[in-house]
């Protein structure tokens, strides 16, 4: 019998013989008079014994037992190792159909010497800014260089939007960089899924503003001169608003986010054996669903912002690298290392000295625009060895590229050759030609 037991036994014996009153009993106690009126029946009827918790002696039915802690102490060893309690107590629910609270696995593996995966620092005092009011109001992006593969492949930049309101990541993707085609390819999965917002809250890297060669004057700040990037010219065309952070700290949801994916994603990652860049996207998209369920929270005001795409701005229009060319007098217009063979109006006049618009899209397609008229489609990209051997020679659409193999040979007559007679050059040339064609001579 513990002391609390005695304790309440020498006060009943005292009130079932009279000696205490109910409310003297109540307060020596600290129970209430009915309370104390129960325990008195129950001393009448069955003495000290019966005061006696009935659980006593008993093992608790959540009580694991040896097998099930053997079992739970080798995942977290071998399968789940470096996952946080967290973590491990949900797939250990999901995937092994074993539950167990969080705080039960961790008295569990710090009880056999198990130290946490790291350390949480004492929370910093710091004024917070209020999350939006509503869904895709403000998205803050970044990108993340880490080692998300561990070693197994090669290091990655995980670039990614993520809604300030709900906490919902509305896309992300894996690059070798952090470059403006993998923001664009996360925007387009926003876009895709959601719709256009209303901000975006990035940092001041040169993808999204251009360098400031100079002190603007007064004149320029007011107009902004200055040519826009690829990414801002996307979000300019949406009518989304660009606020650039003047610190990490200042956009706090996304930098959360790479502390949750880092610890958990690398985990997942590991657990399903990825090892380059390829299966890793793929198993994002299957990821990101199931993250935004566990971690996404509901907006204050349950309408969402979010605005629908223009029907005149697909997607692939908005979410690709966009350049200003003049056509050429041969009616052409240079791509890079490649040139295109642009086709006549309609009416059969050349395009020479025109304006076009040439969109090399993310696939590697390049297609050439005059206003709203699609003019030339390139559907199969070349590859870069390809370009670097073609170097700045035509290729026309539909036709096989020239050989490099192959010879130019020139009329005796042709421009290039002719040269006035009685020059040196004219003798040096006569002279290389009669030698050629009598090889005894030399």
């Known amino acids: 019998m513990s002391k609390r037991e005695q304790r309440r036994a020498f006060v009943l014996t005292r009130l079932v013989s009279e000696e205490l009153g109910v409310d003297e009993a109540a307060r020596l106690l600290g129970l209430s008079e009915r309370s104390v009126r129960r325990l008195r029946a129950v001393m009448e009827r069955e003495g000290p014994t019966g005061l006696a918790h009935g659980n006593r002696g008993r093992a608790s039915p959540r009580r694991l037992d040896e097998a099930m802690r053997a079992r739970i102490l080798e995942l977290a060893d071998g399968a ?25 696995l961790r008295r569990l593996l710090r009880g056999t010497g198990r130290k946490a995966k790291r350390r949480r620092r004492a929370p910093r005092h710091r004024s917070r800014r209020d999350r939006m009011e509503r869904e895709g109001l403000l998205l803050q992006t970044d990108g993340s260089r880490h080692d998300w593969l561990e070693e197994r492949g090669p290091r ?13 990541v509305t896309g992300a993707v894996f690059r070798d960089q952090e470059d403006t085609a993998g ?34 004057t007064l ?153 709203a008229v699609e003019v030339l489609t390139t559907p199969a990209p070349l590859d870069a060895v390809q370009v670097r051997a073609l170097g700045g020679a035509r290729v026309e659409v539909g036709t096989k590229p020239p050989s490099a193999a192959t010879a130019t040979t020139y009329h005796p007559n042709h421009p290039w050759r002719r040269v006035r007679t009685g020059t040196k050059l004219h003798a040096m040339i006569e002279e290389e030609e009669r030698r050629r064609s009598d090889p005894l001579s030399s």
């Open 156 to 168: 990655l930049t995980l670039v990614g939007y993520i809604d300030d309101a709900t906490g919902r």
């Open 219 to 371: 004149e320029e700040q007011l107009i902004d001169t200055r040519v826009p990037t690829q990414l801002g010219r996307a979000f300019a065309e949406l009518g989304i608003g660009s606020i650039a952070a003047r610190s990490p700290q200042a956009k706090g949801r996304v930098e959360r986010l790479w502390g949750t994916l880092q610890d958990r994603l690398v985990a997942e990652l590991r657990l399903a054996g990825i090892d380059d860049r390829e299966g890793a996207n793929a198993f994002l998209a299957e990821y990101l669903p199931r993250h935004n369920e566990r971690f996404a929270v509901s907006a204050l005001e349950p309408v969402p912002a979010w605005r629908p795409l223009p029907a005149d701005l697909p997607i692939e229009r908005v979410c690709c690298f966009k350049y200003r060319r003049t056509v050429a007098r041969d009616g052409t217009v240079r791509a890079g290392a490649t040139i295109l063979q642009l086709p006549p109006k309609r009416n059969g006049r050349s395009r020479a000295g025109q304006k076009v618009e040439l969109h090399l899209r993310l696939d590697g397609s390049l297609v050439v625009w005059d206003g």
């Open 183 to 216: 923001y664009l390819e996360a925007f387009g999965q926003t876009l895709a899924g959601h719709g256009v917002p209303g901000s975006i809250y990035h940092d001041r890297h040169t993808i999204f503003e251009p360098p400031l060669r100079h002190p603007l």
């Open 80 to 104: 789940y190792a470096g996952f946080n309690d967290t973590h491990l107590a949900e797939v250990l629910a999901e995937r092994e159909g074993i539950t167990i609270s969080r705080a039960a």
